[in-house]
């Protein structure tokens, strides 16, 4: 993993397609973060996630908040 981004430029500098989002790799908090339940931070941090993925300079929003953003993956098959 710690060369990962050498061994794609490499690739990319000798000429062969690469796409990054096909990597299978993904982004896993290793410390999630808990919302305090019913105060309304779970929707808020809800609200904030879908605006950021409306930006179109914006390709992927990640966030340590367990629930936040959960059903994107559904939505992309």
Do not use: H
């Amino acid at each position: 993993m710690d060369q990962f981004g050498a061994v794609r430029d490499a690739l990319a500098a000798a000429g062969f397609p690469v796409a990054a989002d096909a990597s299978g790799l993904e982004w896993i908090p290793k410390t999630p973060v808990e919302l305090p339940a019913g105060g309304g931070d779970l929707e808020a941090n809800e609200r904030l996630y879908q605006k950021l993925l409306e930006l179109t300079d914006v390709d992927a929003v990640f966030c340590s908040c367990p629930g936040v953003g959960a059903d994107d993956d559904e939505d992309e098959e």
